[in-house]
């Protein structure tokens, strides 16, 4: 009798410190529509910045709804460290010439965008928080840069291919010659 309450204490014990360890299951539904509404900072799809950082209570400044886009930097909200889950910013000019940006590719050990993107490259390493995934894309002459940080992302997650994918839907609309 003693051994089968023991038994089953020690089955409820396992039970409990198995369900408290468990994390929720990973998002690996694509990212959508990166530009569907409701948006933020003007132009960045709210469902999928959550998708790709996790965060569903963020803060997202940047560029204003109507202005040109330049950038969207989304924190924690009530995060006093300084840093960002999710930054996508355009430099329009660009501060790097195109041997900087070829540089900075080899010293990260860049991977370069797939073919239909065009010139660019995407980037991973080990941060203080985490990996971090960067993607670097550029105007064939690289006079405007389009750069996205996820640092360190959703649990789960494919950050190289999320990064890629918010650089193949907004390259056409922010680094087209018309812009």
Excluded at 35 to 57: F, M, V
Aim: proline fraction near 8%.
């Amino acid at each position: 009798m003693r051994s089968s309450a023991l038994a089953a204490l020690l089955i409820t014990v396992a039970l409990a410190t198995t369900a408290c360890d468990s994390a929720p299951p990973a998002d690996t539904k694509p990212l959508g529509n990166v530009t569907a509404k409701p948006q933020e900072c003007g132009l960045i799809s709210r469902q999928a910045i959550t998708r790709a950082t996790g965060l569903h209570d963020f803060l997202a400044t940047g560029s204003r709804p109507g202005d040109p886009f330049s950038r969207c930097i989304v924190r924690k909200l009530q995060n006093d460290e300084i840093g960002a889950e999710l930054s996508i910013t355009l430099d329009n000019p660009s501060a790097l010439s195109l041997a900087e940006l070829e540089g900075t590719k080899k010293a990260d050990h860049g991977v370069d965008l797939p073919a239909d993107i065009g010139p660019g490259f995407t980037a991973q390493f080990e941060g203080k928080h985490g990996l971090s995934t960067y993607a670097n894309a550029w105007t064939p002459d690289a006079r405007r840069l389009l750069t996205i940080w996820i640092t360190p992302g959703a649990p789960g997650r494919d950050h190289r291919a999320d990064a890629i994918e918010f650089v193949r839907q907004l390259k056409p609309i922010l680094l087209s010659p018309s812009k």
